[in-house]
């Protein structure tokens, strides 16, 4: 439900802030993984303010070799073929 018909209250609101920080948790939780640059999500849409439009997402970037063997310590022996 979006608009001013949606009955946002401070429950709403509540649970809308806590859905934005779960999302900032999984964004730091993907960098600590070795996701290079994890995109951050789209916050919940509030009621009275305009939607962004969303920009179409690309493939992701693929690792390296290198960047590969550094996150596994150099254990990984991968030969791209």
């Not at 964004?27 to 939607?51: C, D, F």
Request: with cysteine; charged share 20%; hydrophobic share 40%.
């Amino acid at each position: 439900m979006h608009g001013p018909a949606a009955g946002w209250d401070d429950r709403t609101e509540l649970a809308a802030v806590a859905c934005d920080r779960l999302a900032d948790v999984l964004v730091l939780l993907q960098g600590l993984g070795g996701v290079r640059s994890p995109e951050r999500l789209p916050p919940i849409p509030r009621p009275g303010t305009p939607e962004a439009p969303q920009a179409p997402a690309g493939p992701p970037a693929m690792s390296t070799t290198a960047e590969i063997r550094e996150f596994f310590g150099a254990a990984a022996r991968y030969t791209p073929g």
